[in-house]
């Protein structure tokens, strides 16, 4: 096993019984890192790990259904007994810390440098996280956002984010072993700006790039991942399932 993913929630755009919003526990080399911090994924990523063993999270954008249970991760690596060793990089758009201190009432982040290092994303981002390479890419989407590719001892798994249809998704996903990827609308409205994919979309992204595998998430209410996952695999002909909380995939 050179990579794996657990699926921690799924839900868009908010919580849902037993299915919180995006989260991900993602294993490589040896380190572990949580991708997107969505309401409820902190809880569901204590079934899998303790947060102090966490080598890094890395947040897609600051969309609340992304990024909110840092608010509950501060709390529990801070004052519940789950601190790091060290302070955790927390990989984001620039503003996150920004952010997170201004829920506090706190003029900045230094409040947090006991466990959260801030290192701001851009587009090419590139890093390693113990023998787990991380590589970014902006992607489009209604803010900042970033999608992820990871890679160790030659497998490859690539995460979209929220993003519309962009050659940034191709090449993140291009070759990935397993491909994550977002189908949040049924269908794009006129010349409304598209800033999320149709299960088409996503299916289209993983043919062009040539993925073994395309997992559909982050299914919006218009539409049951069920259905978004039989539309994705009539575009991409290969491997399609559905992101379901607690499901792990092995690279």
Request: charged share 20%; proline share 7%.
């Amino acid at each position: 096993m050179s990579l794996a993913l657990t699926v921690l929630g799924t839900a868009s755009p908010h919580p849902q019984p037993d299915r919180p919003c995006s989260g991900y526990l993602l294993r490589g080399g040896g380190a572990e890192v949580w991708v997107d911090a969505g309401p409820g994924s902190f809880a569901a990523l204590q079934r899998h790990t303790d947060p102090a063993r966490l080598d890094a999270i890395w947040i897609s954008h600051l969309h609340a259904d992304h990024c909110a249970d840092l608010l509950a991760a501060v709390y529990g690596l801070a004052y519940g007994g789950l601190t790091p060793s060290a302070p955790l990089p927390v990989y984001g758009p620039p503003e996150l810390g920004q952010r997170l201190a201004g829920f506090f009432g706190q003029p900045d982040p230094g409040f947090l440098s006991g466990i959260f290092d801030f290192r701001a994303l851009y587009d090419g981002h590139d890093t390693h996280v113990g023998a787990l390479r991380l590589r970014t890419r902006a992607v489009v989407h209604d803010t900042e956002a970033y999608g992820l590719r990871a890679e160790c001892d030659g497998s490859v798994l690539a995460y979209s984010g929220d993003s519309g249809p962009c050659p940034a998704l191709g090449e993140l996903a291009a070759g990935a072993d397993l491909f994550l990827c977002e189908a949040d609308i049924d269908r794009h409205r006129g010349s409304e700006r598209q800033v999320h994919l149709t299960p088409e979309d996503a299916g289209a992204v993983a043919a062009r790039a040539g993925v073994g595998e395309l997992i559909v998430t982050h299914v919006g209410p218009t539409l049951t991942p069920e259905a978004a996952t039989e539309r994705a695999a009539a575009v991409f002909g290969g491997r399609t399932t559905t992101a379901r909380e607690g499901n792990s995939a092995d690279l």
